[in-house]
């Protein structure tokens, strides 16, 4: 998903890679400094020691695939008149992951925000915290439209979500005995038992094609009950309550919440559709 933050007149893209983390474009803030020439901007800021050993950190940090011995080769080399280094030079060879290009229309350098903050000091100090601010605005404004009115947007996700065939995807399974007496060795594999009908590893040997993980690829519905799961075990947990009867209550809770979820979905997009509520 893209989004646009206004930097001191400087139109900067922002980059929601996995609905998690946040790329900013750097080929925008290096317009800041250079607007003829963003790409050597980049690079020339690349070429400086720290610049490799910040970069270096965080992906030692972040990535288990970084090649750090390509990694060392390039910081041997920093700072030498003859070393150059491009943002694909360091993709390509280290295996990076804080940096990314992207073509098209939104096409250009971008980088994690760590790193894109990292790049904003030493453009300019000043641009630095002006870039933070605005960030932290649209993070909050984010934030506040999430909150507004959490049922309409869940109604616009799928607005046949009431379907039949739908709700038997939806709804949790009760689970099988033998679910029930199983010990699962992780506290967040009862919440996905309870709400899924199936451990990680489970889903992962299920679904070997795709990357991620199990709640990767739940929709939002399914987000708003983990997370009120997550709270009821944390208060199950504290008053003692035996694990394998705290997954029982809570695949009980979660199937009771999802069918909610489902009719108001049903009920508010059929306000989306004629206008008027449901009596």
Known sequence: MERKINVQGNEINILNSNSVEDYICITDMARYKNPERTGFVIQNWMRNRNTIEFL?????????????????????????????????????????????????????????????????????????????????????????????????????????IHTDAIKENLIPPELTPRQITNVYASEADVLNVALFGMTAKQWRDSNSDLKGNIRDYANVSQLVCLSNLENLNAVFISEGMPQAERLVKLNSIAINQMKILIEDHRILALEEKTGQKEE
């Not at 280290?94 to 350098?109: F, P």
């Not at 300019?124 to 947007?153: M, P, T």
């Open 56 to 160: 270096g950190i965080w992906e030692q940090l972040n990535n288990p695939n970084f090649k750090h011995l390509e990694f060392d080769a390039f910081r041997m080399a920093a700072g030498l008149n003859s070393f150059i280094l491009t943002p694909k030079q360091w993709i390509e060879q280290t295996n990076a992951i804080g940096i990314i290009s992207k073509q098209g229309r939104y096409g250009g350098t971008y980088a994690h925000q760590d790193i894109a903050f990292e790049f904003a000091s030493w453009i300019s100090v000043e641009f630095k915290l002006y870039l933070i601010k605005e960030f932290q605005r649209l993070k909050a404004e984010e934030q506040r439209q999430l909150g507004w009115d959490i049922k309409r947007n869940l109604a616009k996700i799928n607005y046949r």
